[in-house]
């Protein structure tokens, strides 16, 4: 049984740099039919994905358009994890935010996810 | 980006109906569609994937259907734990992006 338990600061001030991390048990962060996604909701914006990191014989990353100048999904293959930088937040920013792994057998498809992290940007 | 458009937005309905909820791309996505429930403070649960496969453990009354842009999810007897969001989510192509949501209410 694969979890995801995420970790991180509720409160970011806006111009600040927002981190969280996503800790796998069950599964390994660089499996070959895996890849490990940031996703948020909001009121205004509904579910939104922002990116994903996945190891295919070497690293790869992606990213949503919309956040691409401002984060980095790391892995970390000794802690067995993965993170979420999203820099220079602002209040739009405020949202839930949930780590996921993202299935690739037969389709892709989000079977597992963190329990999520509300962050919320403000002075 | 590929727009998921969700019918309807919200929908009331009583124990033991049964309901279908629509979803259509913006351009077509072949089967890959996954169908999510979320309830306040619960990460999302995935459903069906691949437009008409049951996620392991998803009681049978769900079921979904439909290829290239219109897709239905089906819940054939409502159940008092069924009351929830509804969301599609294409695996086409990134961004992966999600319809806005059917919130499901008790009539």
């Known amino acids: 049984q694969v979890q995801l338990q995420q970790s991180g600061p509720g409160l970011v001030k806006p111009s600040q740099t927002l981190s969280l991390t996503c800790v796998i048990s069950?599964?390994?962060?660089?499996?070959?039919?895996?890849?490990w996604s940031w996703i948020r909701q909001s009121p205004s914006r509904g579910l939104e994905w922002l990116g994903r990191?996945?190891?295919?014989?070497?690293?790869?990353?992606d990213y949503a358009v919309s956040v691409k100048s401002r984060i980095t999904i790391n892995p970390d293959t000794s802690k067995n994890q993965f993170s979420l930088q999203l820099n220079s937040v602002t209040p739009e920013d405020t949202a839930v935010y949930y780590c996921?792994?993202?299935?690739?057998?037969?389709?892709?498809?989000?079977?597992?996810w963190g329990q999520g992290t509300l962050v919320t940007v403000s002075s | 980006d590929i727009q998921m458009t969700q019918s309807p937005s919200s929908l009331s309905a009583s124990v033991g109906d049964r309901v279908t909820i629509t979803c259509r791309a913006s351009?077509?996505?072949?089967?890959?569609l996954n169908w999510y429930q979320h309830k306040p403070g619960k990460a999302p649960k995935l459903l069906i994937y691949?437009?008409?496969r049951l996620q392991s453990g998803v009681p049978s009354r769900f079921s979904g259907s439909g290829s290239g842009t219109d897709f239905t999810l089906t819940i054939s007897s409502l159940q008092p734990e069924d009351f929830a969001t509804y969301s599609c989510?294409?695996?086409?192509?990134?961004?992966?992006?999600f319809g806005q949501g059917t919130k499901l209410e008790i009539k």
């Open positions: 989510q294409q695996s086409h192509s990134t961004p992966y992006t």
């Open positions: 691949a437009a008409s």
């Open positions: 990191t996945f190891y295919r014989s070497k690293w790869y990353n």
């Open positions: 351009q077509s996505i072949s089967s890959y």
């Open positions: 069950g599964d390994t962060v660089s499996s070959n039919s895996a890849a």
């Open positions: 996921a792994r993202l299935e690739q057998l037969v389709g892709s498809y989000f079977d597992y």
